[in-house]
């Protein structure tokens, strides 16, 4: 498995968000093994709810994503992705 993170990675990063703008959770937006894929590289945290009497996990509706913030210094004050100068 690739473990660089493309331009493409860094967009859809800087738009990640519980919902998007039609009201989809993260987990039905995006891909369960790019998810996967971002969480292992360290770029989001996904929280899975475990049911405290059950000890069952929360089906994905109720997870919550959070960004790494270093994921916020790859835009600039209008929200376009800063490139890297090769």
Same mark, same amino acid.
């Given at each position: 498995?690739? =473990?660089?993170?493309?331009?493409?990675?860094?967009?859809?990063?800087?738009?990640?968000?519980?919902? =998007?703008? &039609?009201?989809?959770?993260?987990?039905?937006?995006?891909?369960?093994?790019?998810?996967?894929?971002?969480?292992?590289?360290?770029?989001?945290?996904?929280?899975?709810?475990?049911?405290? &009497?059950?000890?069952?996990?929360?089906?994905?509706?109720?997870?919550?994503?959070?960004?790494?913030?270093?994921?916020?210094?790859?835009?600039?004050?209008?929200?376009?992705?800063?490139? =890297?100068?090769?």
């Amino acid at each position: 498995m690739e =473990d660089t993170i493309t331009r493409e990675d860094r967009l859809m990063l800087g738009g990640l968000s519980e919902r =998007d703008e &039609a009201g989809r959770h993260f987990t039905q937006a995006y891909s369960m093994e790019w998810l996967r894929r971002m969480e292992r590289l360290g770029y989001i945290q996904i929280t899975r709810p475990t049911h405290q &009497a059950t000890g069952m996990q929360y089906t994905p509706e109720y997870w919550h994503v959070e960004v790494a913030p270093q994921v916020s210094e790859w835009f600039d004050a209008f929200g376009q992705l800063i490139e =890297d100068e090769e």
